[in-house]
């Protein structure tokens, strides 16, 4: 007979509880049952079974992680685990992995609860401070079968995709929104082992605040798809997370998920570029406005300096015009000047000059001589500048020439210059051929008195 155990049975087909239970009840055991892993957690929370017997494949928490959940609660340290799986033979099983005692390939009733018994008498000696090793009972009475064998592999497949992917899964049951299933990346996120949060809400994780924008969201989530964007992201163990709620519906039984995926990093940089666009910009603006009065002070500056340009200009065309106007005033003064100095002496030599050689001819005392001699020096020495001035024509003609000269301008016949020089007419005429050939008109067609007419002098 083996020693009377507290037994909670955990399988989601309810022949094999039914089956099970019976047999254990009609040798004197106690027995709790559950449907699946969530179930079984809410009666460990009252109870402390001897012995747990579980099924591998449940929904809502499988065996696998039930059993971790188990060996990770205090109370239930000591609590033997039976493993009565359906795919013992296609399953590579490790008992002692999961912190299994052993492993019971499910089969024929008869057999299988013949096995069972075996089990309990090892789950006695347990208790009796004898640790029997990890045993698996039953596997040479079953045999493999494809299609469980192509599942396991599928579901293998599934789980790896999902251990390796970035984002955080949690899978949540519908009903109350507990977390039945987190991926590494989910646990990663939280802090946590799968142990502590399985079983627990997924509201819980949050703080109060937090809570206040996720339950909205868990409530609408059998009906409809909904998330938390990067926009106002939630904040869980100093991380920012965006969320996406998916109702999922798996054969009959409803389970939603939510996917996590950490964007602090993302934040962190979206601020710091904010941050560096923000002082860029204010570097901008105040470089802009530097620039705005360093071209308000330039152009100013070059408005300054146009004018002062202009004002330049101007004054440069205006001293332009005062020195033209002064080189002609100085031409004109100096042609003035020499055009005077020329008439002076011209007419000294043609209207003075003669009449002193006839008055010293005629006068006759020595005393008249000196007076005469003094009048034509002075004379002299007046009109000794001019002739630095004097063309060269009348430079070379004599006072007698230059008289006769003056006579023909003003018109008068040889006989009227004869009568007045005191002259004869062939003297008269001597000094007109004189002049031709001085002036370069011999023997040419030129009128004498019309040349003279066109020299400067009077």
Known sequence: MTTQHNILIVDNNPVVIKLV??????????????????????????????????????????????????????????????????????????PDAIGA???????????????????????????????????????????????????????????VLLN?????????ATSDHRIINANPAALNLIGQPEEKILGHKFIDLFDKQQQKQITPLLANISNESSEIGKENPAILAQKKLTMRFLP???????????????ITEQ??????????????????????????????????????????????????????????????????SSEAKQDV??????????????????????????????????????????????TQHISNTFRDLTPREIQVANLIRQGRTNKEMAQLLNLSIRTVEFYRDNLRRKLHIKNKKTNLRSLLLTLPFQ
Do not use: W
């Open 164 to 172: 390796n992917m970035s984002e955080g899964i949690f899978e949540l």
């Open 21 to 94: 239970g019976k047999y254990l009840k009609n040798n004197n055991h106690r027995v709790l049952t559950a449907h699946d892993g969530l179930s079984a957690l809410d009666i460990l929370k009252k109870e402390t079974p001897d012995v747990i017997i579980v099924d591998l494949i449940m929904p809502n928490i499988s065996g696998t992680q039930l059993c971790r959940v188990i060996r990770d609660t205090p109370h239930l340290k000591n609590t033997f685990i039976i493993i009565l799986s359906g795919i013992a033979a296609e399953g590579d099983i490790q």
């Open 101 to 159: 005692n052993i492993c019971i390939a499910k089969g024929p009733s008869k057999q299988m609860t013949k096995n069972i018994e075996k089990a309990l008498i090892l789950a006695s000696q347990q208790r009796d401070n004898q640790t029997p090793k990890p045993q698996f009972i039953g596997f040479d009475e079953v045999y493999q079968r494809e299609i469980i064998k192509e599942l396991l592999v599928s579901k293998q497949e599934t789980e």
């Open 267 to 332: 934040k962190q940089t979206e601020k710091a570029l904010k941050g560096a666009h923000d002082n860029l910009e204010k570097q901008v603006h105040k470089r802009t406005k530097e620039l705005s009065s360093a071209n308000v002070l330039l152009n100013q500056e070059i408005t300054k300096r146009q004018k002062a340009a202009e004002d330049l200009k101007r004054r440069t065309i205006e001293l332009e015009e005062a020195n033209t106007a002064l080189k002609v005033l100085l031409k004109q």
């Open 248 to 262: 999922t519906k798996i054969g009959t039984h409803g389970i939603a998920m939510v996917i996590i995926r950490d």
């Open 341 to 386: 100095e020329e008439k002076v002496l011209t007419n000294i030599k043609s209207l003075v000059t003669p009449f002193l050689d006839e008055l010293a001819i005629k006068i006759g005392g020595k005393s008249e001589e000196v007076y005469l001699n003094i009048i034509k020096d002075n004379l002299d020495k007046i009109t000794s500048s001019f």
